[in-house]
């Protein structure tokens, strides 16, 4: 089973990036329009396969490659807590706060029930940290008036 990753992107996560792609399992994101940063942001594995944890973040440079990554669990921001309390699942136990791409629930996919409203505000605040919005741009400074320059005869004179 696949694992949606458009729609987890666009229907759980809603992004408000200028602009972004699915590409496969991942999302490229262009977060800053004049900027040559791009996010990726893809499932971040277990160590079994076809299960993931979280989404893993990356920040590319077009010229220097990687430069950060970060990953965001899902159990840290309650993307499943309410699936996982209706499953009667807690910490410790096999399923909790991870999705699996090898079962599953009906025609549901596997994400069904996630709340991504922790790990959209997690991400938002990765992006802006590493991708920050460009500013207006500032007047020219002016230049600040230079008090006349003053002799020693004029000062003595006071």
Known sequence: MALH????????????????????????AAPQPTSPLRLRIDFAPTIRHGEYDGLR?????????????????????????????????????????????????????????????????AIEQYAHLWIPASTAPRPAVRPVAQPAATTGASLRSR
Do not use: C, K, M, N
Not at 5 to 28: I, R, S, W
Not at 94 to 107: F, K, M, T
């Open 57 to 121: 973040l990356r920040v590319v440079h077009p010229d220097q490659g990687v430069l950060d990554t970060a990953i965001l669990r899902f159990a840290d921001h309650g993307t499943f807590e309410r699936r996982d309390r209706a499953r009667d699942l807690v910490p410790g136990r096999d399923g909790y706060a991870v999705i699996r791409d090898w079962h599953a629930h009906g025609s549901q996919p596997p994400w069904h029930g996630a709340d991504g409203t922790g790990l959209r505000t």
């Open 5 to 28: 990753a458009q729609q987890f992107f666009d229907d759980v996560l809603e992004l408000p990036f200028h602009q972004y792609a699915v590409v496969g399992e991942a999302l490229y």
